[in-house]
Structures are given as C-alpha cells and as structure tokens.
C-alpha cells in the first residue's frame, strides 16, 4: 500500500512538471507573439536621445530610471494592454508632453546607454552632461492635418504656435489672404521639420477635439526619395554622384546620370 502511495505521488509529480513546462512554453509563445505586435507599432515615442527603435529594445532594461528621473511625469512605463514592449519608457505628448528640461535629467540616468548623451552633444563639445543641449533632440516631428486645424479654416488660432520652445524656428506662422471673406488672414502654422524635435508641446496645446497637429517618429512621418536622385546644389550629394560614377564603371553598370539623362526612351517618333 506504501509502495503504490509512492508511485503515485511520483506520477503526480512528473505530471505537475510537464503542466509547468507547457504552461511555460504556452506563455512563452502568447509573449512573443506580444512582442512581435507590439515591436510592430511604429507610432511610439522615446524619451530624448533614445536610440533607433530596435537598438533601443535591445539596450533598455526598463529599470524605470529615466521615468523616475522626468520631473513633469512625461514618461511612463509601458503596461501589457498596450501595444508597446512592457516596462520600456515612452510618452503621450497630448497628456504630456516633453518640456526640454536643460539639463535633460532623464539622459544622464541611463544606465546602458540606451539614452546616448553624445546624440545631445554639439559637434565638438565633450561627451559630458554638462555639455548637453536639448535642443538637439529628435523625438519625432510634428505634422499638421490641414483638413482639421481650425487655423486652415480661416479662425485665428496660434495655440501651437505660441506652445513650441523654438517659436518662429520649429514652427511658423504663414499669412494668407482669406479670399473667402475678404476682410481677413489665415495665419497657418507652418512646421520646419529640419529644427522640430519632437516635444510635443503643440500637439498638448491643440484646441480641437483630437489634436489637429501631432508628432510622429521621424522615419514615419517624413518620406525617402532614396539614392536615385541628386541635389546638384548640394556639394555632398555631388559627391556622392562622383562615388556613384566610380562603382558604376567598376561594376559594369549603366551609370545612373547618363540613364537619367537619356531622353530618346521618351520620345515618341
């Protein structure tokens, strides 16, 4: 009676091991599967001087350091109902935004770099904290949809405008006569994105219901025209055609100016 006791609470046993192993193996597929969806969301914005998207998930360790460190409570932890890797730090600029703190206290804190002072260093300053300048951020860059900002309609509205930290820098106001009435200006707000860094202050100050101006990463909002073509009145991308030129004839390839060039493809006899 002993003997079988024993064989069964052995049973059990290796039974209860191989639950635990296909539990762990289901969940260990469910997560990946979260991760893959949530690596797939384009949309997300990091904290200043965060890495390229993957690097950066692969460099966090979501110790919450830097969330810990923002004095405004901007950043936060991301929890698992939303599309975003749990435990990395990112913000929603229409609750909060990025204020530019100087000193940029949430950078330094980083302990594995995954927030790289040296993306805030001026060229030829001293990768240190003291050198920082936040004005040197990329989080993303602000777009407007012209179809909702009330601005496009014709009703004097600067929110954003007077919101951005490089006013008449990042964004600008652009008059135009109202043909509609006559009598007055459409004063549009015009974004530099070579200068916006992606704080998000105007998207947070948009009167309309949903924010008619809204940052998005960089890679998502701005397009590639690709290597194909040249700005001629640009000495790098000259440059860059002579280079082209060089690995044309090397490898045998039709170069790529005289192909643009050729005109006889589209004329028709």
């Known amino acids: 009676m002993q003997k079988q006791t024993k064989n069964t609470s052995r049973r059990e046993a290796i039974l209860k091991v191989f639950q635990g192993a296909g539990i762990l193996s289901l969940g260990g597929l469910v997560w990946g599967a979260y991760l893959n969806k949530a690596k797939a969301s384009k949309l997300v914005l990091r ?10 998930l692969k460099a966090c360790i979501k110790c919450g350091a830097c969330v810990q460190a923002c004095p405004y409570e901007t950043l936060r932890l991301a929890q698992p109902q939303e599309e975003i890797p749990v435990g990395t730090p990112f913000f929603n600029p229409r609750l909060v ?10 950078v330094p804190v980083c302990p594995t770099n995954a927030l ?35 601005a496009y309609w014709g009703i004097q509205c600067d929110a954003c405008y007077r919101a951005c930290p490089l006013i008449n820098e990042a964004i600008s106001l652009e008059f135009e006569r109202n043909e509609r009435t006559g009598k007055h200006a459409f004063l549009k707000p015009i974004i530099n994105p070579d200068t916006c860094t992606g704080c998000g202050k105007c998207e947070h100050a948009c009167v ?12 998502v909002a701005e397009g590639k025209a690709g290597n ?23 490898k045998g390839r039709t170069n790529d100016e005289d192909y643009l060039n050729d ?3 589209l004329i028709d006899d």
């Not at 904290?47 to 950066?56: G, H, M, R, Y």
């Not at 935004?97 to 949430?106: F, G, K, L, T």
């Not at 309309?208 to 890679?219: D, G, N």
Request: contains cysteine; negative net charge.
């Open 47 to 56: 904290p200043p001087a965060a890495l390229k998207e993957d690097d950066f």
């Open 97 to 106: 935004p990025c204020h530019m703190c100087v000193d940029v206290p949430c």
């Open 116 to 150: 790289d002072i040296q993306k805030l260093i001026p060229i030829g300053e001293l990768n240190t904290p003291k050198n920082m300048d936040v004005n040197q951020m990329d989080v993303g860059v602000a777009v407007i949809d012209e179809k909702s900002c009330i």
């Open 208 to 219: 309309t219901e949903k924010a008619a101006i809204f940052v998005l990463p960089r890679e």
């Open 228 to 250: 194909f073509y040249i700005k001629g009145w640009e000495k790098n991308d000259e440059d860059r055609l002579k280079t082209d030129k060089s690995e044309s004839t090397i």
């Open 263 to 265: 005109w006889e493809d």
